[in-house]
């Protein structure tokens, strides 16, 4: 019986199946109380919980999001049911962990990681081009990076227990969610009272919508960043059939439920400075392509057991605590007294998205194997 539905998920429909599901779930949510065009957004949903956790003290982004804890739970379970855990560990932590938290700076930039872009783009917010567009030329030069050798080293089988901590630290986010204890008076576990932290889907909704998107994308290895890398280096369009049917079903969703509203200035948790947005996903994607896959990936494959996965996922929350302690998040627009201010990152965000570019430059331009003393 299992595989059978393998089968079909690993095939072209399967793949079609798994994107639209993302798409209609992701805007059910947001209908059912997630922030506007955010039913999942897997970066600003780590800085939520990076929040709740008190890492940083911005106190209009602390919750701890059940989707993502049932990515990885999710994953872990079809993993397990289909046989495919396996727990591993690669090379370079610490360049994953920068990589991490670097994508992590970038996506702030922009507000959002390559779903939500997906996801505002189906919401009616023109800012999303933009923002795609910076993705794309990330992934393209870090397209580039891979044909001449590119690679952190390979991964090989470790101790079991090992590819088990990070389902095990998604499951005690879940306890603190759930039961919410106070370690002290003025101490985690934040929960926001207003602000984009407040807004959120029940409990019980949001970790059954997690776990079935954790599931089927574990299958499938539905990955954003994998489909526009995909088309630009072999021309295969398997995963973008994903990407394409999350946008569709989002959008049909979002016109019968009345939330999209086209637009550029003024759109919900988003900004409209353009040079901000493309900066950022540049950043975003080519540390996605370094680090082997976006950050909804990055959270199934740490499901499955893949350690190198869970470091970048420590890496992006880690990085959105620096990023809100350091002023380096973006802020969004404004509409105060029918008079627009537009928002966007500052200039120590700015320095920060240009420092993990030549950051990222430097990863790709000096970790490239070598075969017999020559650079592929």
């Known amino acids: 019986m299992l595989r059978p539905i393998s089968r079909f998920l690993t095939s072209r429909w399967g793949m079609i199946v798994t994107g639209a599901t993302i798409g209609i779930l992701a805007s059910l949510l947001q209908k059912l109380g997630n922030p506007p065009n955010m039913g999942v957004c897997v970066a600003c949903f780590e800085r939520d ?3 709740a956790l008190g890492l940083h003290r911005a106190s209009v982004v ?7 804890l049932g990515f990885v739970l999710g994953s872990m379970v079809a993993a397990f049911v289909f046989r495919d855990f396996n727990a591993r560990n690669g090379s370079a932590p610490i360049v994953r962990f920068l990589l991490g938290a670097f994508a992590m700076v970038g996506a702030l930039a922009f507000l959002g ?8 783009l189906a919401g009616g917010d023109l800012n999303a081009v933009v923002g795609l567009a910076g993705l794309t030329i990330g992934i393209a030069i870090g ?11 390979r991964s090989h089988k470790t101790y079991y227990s090992a590819g088990l901590i990070m389902p095990a630290i998604m499951a005690g986010l879940l306890a603190l969610l759930v039961f919410a204890p106070k370690f002290s008076a003025d101490g985690a576990i934040f929960l926001s009272e207003k602000g984009p932290g407040s807004l959120h889907a029940p409990i019980i909704i949001s970790l059954a919508a997690g776990l079935l998107i954790g599931f089927i994308a574990q299958r499938t290895r539905f990955c954003t960043m994998g489909s526009i890398r995909d088309v630009l280096l072999v021309g295969d369009f398997h995963l973008m059939r994903g990407v394409i049917a999350l946008v569709v079903s989002a959008f049909a969703v979002n016109l019968v439920t009345g939330q999209v ?3 550029i200035i003024g759109q919900p948790i988003a900004h409209s400075n353009h040079l ?9 994607g080519l540390a996605f392509v370094l680090a082997g896959g976006c950050p909804g990936r990055q959270l199934i494959l740490s499901g499955e057991g893949d350690t190198d996965a869970g470091i970048f996922v420590l890496g992006m929350i880690t990085g959105a605590a620096f990023a809100h302690n350091f002023g380096l998040a973006a802020k969004p627009d404004k509409i105060l007294n029918d008079v627009v201010q537009v928002g966007g990152i500052s200039s120590a965000g700015m320095t920060a998205v240009l420092i993990g570019i030549v950051f990222c430059l430097i990863v790709g331009l000096t970790m490239r194997e070598k075969i017999q003393g020559v650079v592929r």
């Open 62 to 68: 602390q919750y701890i999001r059940p989707e993502i």
């Open 143 to 153: 397209d580039q990076f891979l044909k001449y050798g590119y690679n952190l080293g």
């Open 113 to 120: 990681c390559p779903w939500r872009a997906l996801l505002r």
């Open 276 to 284: 901000g947005n493309l900066a950022g996903m540049v950043l975003a």
């Open 49 to 51: 919980i990076a929040g």
């Open 261 to 263: 509203n086209f637009g």
